[in-house]
Structure formats: structure tokens, C-alpha cells
């Protein structure tokens, strides 16, 4: 009982700082059922015309996790385990860098004419759970980063609160690399010239769950044709690998109805990857 008690007044703390963090408008009372919903539309960035972002910022990062994200037989001994799964990371982080190569010099499709830069994602090159958009917007054009705007800050709130994780310790990416101006979503053309990057950036990672953030992302990764709303009350797998469906970050902005769903899409991930449903109190 008291474990049951402790753990109550733990999910209650997180709720709370869930809705600091997303805003008083929406109680989410711990254990109410969660209603099902509507189709989401594409988020509005707002034009900027600043120059385009260094280098730096589309670096791997730091490799910052040993373990592997698959589940292999883990060899007996710390010998045994560290040499191959350095040269694993050595060869993911190099094969990343070369992908991302070809992606800022990509002219496959017509979106290569309209861009700053060419947004090919960042994160933990090791990560147990990647996050996929739909394509950038104008503020990750101008930056050459994924979700740094409005959209990003609330999926870095989403990542604190819901999974005590930081954007480094996981992999974010977008389907289509670069922005299709006047933030249109990606035609089916563009979608099918640059999906190939989305899929060797899975092959690289190896992600143990994927996240497609919104409709656009889910249906194409998934080849649905399904509403947002239908495909993220089922379960999903992409090669093998669960997929959970939620609800575009810049939707919650507009909607912010959705957080109660959300909330319980990521609590779903929590699940997946064995963390705590609700992540520990930070002290
Ligand atoms: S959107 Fe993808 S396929 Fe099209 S130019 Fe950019 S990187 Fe290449």
C-alpha cells in the first residue's frame, strides 16, 4: 500500500510539472481515460530571413551512451563487450557523418532550391528511441537543426517532464530534410525522393522505439493512409521496431486538449523502453 501511495503522489508531482510546463489549461487528473481525437494540421513557423547556421550545430554529438540498442547476447566479459561495441559506435558515428554528407548536398527533389540549409536531425548516434517530424520549418532552415522553434522547446518539455531525458540522449529527425517553403507539407514525390535517409538513419541508429511526431510522418514511415487519431490508439512496428503515433508538438500549441493524449502516448514509450512510466522527481 505505501509503495502504491508513493507512487500515486509521484505521478501526481508529474502531472503537475506537466502542466507547468505545457500550461494550466488542461487538468489531467491521474487515471481518467483518454478520449480519442482529430487529424492535426501542419504547424506554422513564422518566415525568417537571418543567415544560415554553422557547421557545428548538425554535428553528432558526443557519443554519450555504451550500451547497445539492440537485444543481442551481450558477450561475458567487460573485455569482451567494450571493443566491438566502441568500433559499432565508431562505425555508426562515422556512417552517420557520411549520410549527413550527401543530405546537405542533396538535390533529389525540388525542396533543394528553396532551403538555407538542409536539416538531417541530431542527437544521441546510440539512441533507444528516435522522435521523426515531418520536415523542417523556417527556423530550422535558418539553423540547419530540427524542432528549434515554438515546436521544439515544447518537445524538449515533453522529453524533461514525461521522460527525464534531454534532447541529447535521443535522436530527432524529420522525414523530409529540408523545408518546403510557405510550410506546406512534403508531396508525395518529395516524400518518396527522401525517405531513404529517414531509413538508413533507422538502420544506423537502431533505435529500440520510434516516435513519428504527427500525421505526415506516421502515414508515410507506416504507408497509411489512416487519420492521426486512428493509427495512435494502435500498435505499430516499422521492421520490427514498435512505433508509437502521437500528436505533432506544434499541434499541442494550437491544441492544447491533446497534452492528456500525449502525455499517455509517451508514457506508452516509457513502457516500451523498461523506465519508469512517470520519471522520478528531480531534487
Ligand atoms: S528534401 Fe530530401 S530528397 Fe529533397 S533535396 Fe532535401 S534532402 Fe534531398
Not at 529527425?173 to 531509413?199: Q, T
Request: net charge negative; proline share 10%; charged share 25%.
Amino acid at each position: 500500500m505505501a509503495d502504491s501511495g508513493n507512487s500515486m503522489r509521484n505521478l501526481e508531482r508529474h502531472l503537475e510539472q506537466w502542466l507547468i510546463a505545457y500550461g494550466s489549461d488542461l487538468a489531467i487528473p491521474a487515471g481518467t481515460a483518454v478520449p480519442r481525437a482529430e487529424p492535426e494540421p501542419r504547424e506554422a513557423v513564422p518566415a525568417t530571413t537571418a543567415e544560415p547556421a554553422a557547421e557545428q550545430h548538425v554535428e553528432i554529438p558526443t557519443i554519450t551512451r555504451a550500451q547497445p540498442a539492440t537485444n543481442a547476447p551481450r558477450p561475458s566479459s567487460d573485455s569482451q563487450v567494450e571493443e566491438p561495441a566502441q568500433a559499432n559506435q565508431s562505425h555508426t558515428v562515422t556512417s552517420l557523418r557520411a549520410l549527413r554528407a550527401e543530405v546537405l548536398a542533396c538535390t533529389k527533389c525540388k525542396l533543394h532550391s528553396g532551403r538555407q540549409n538542409a536539416v538531417f536531425g541530431e542527437g544521441d548516434p546510440t539512441a533507444r528511441v528516435m522522435f521523426i517530424g515531418e520536415a523542417p520549418g523556417a527556423s530550422e532552415d535558418e539553423s540547419g537543426r530540427p524542432f528549434v522553434g515554438p515546436a521544439g522547446q515544447l518537445l524538449d518539455r515533453i522529453l524533461e517532464a514525461a521522460m527525464g531525458l534531454r534532447r541529447p540522449e535521443v535522436f530527432i529527425a524529420n522525414l523530409n530534410k529540408c523545408w518546403p517553403s510557405s510550410n506546406r507539407a512534403p508531396d508525395a514525390e518529395e516524400v518518396a525522393a527522401c525517405l531513404p535517409y529517414l531509413e538508413q538513419q533507422i538502420q544506423l541508429v537502431q533505435p529500440e522505439v520510434l516516435v513519428c511526431l504527427g500525421r505526415t510522418a506516421a502515414q508515410n514511415l507506416l504507408g497509411s493512409t489512416e487519420s492521426l487519431a486512428s493509427m495512435r490508439i494502435q500498435d505499430h512496428f516499422y521492421n520490427g521496431v514498435p512505433v508509437i503515433v502521437t500528436w505533432h508538438p506544434a499541434y499541442l500549441l494550437r491544441e492544447p486538449s491533446k497534452k492528456r493524449e500525449t502525455w499517455d502516448d509517451i508514457k506508452r514509450v516509457n513502457q516500451l523502453l523498461g523506465r519508469p512510466e512517470v520519471p522520478p522527481p528531480k531534487r
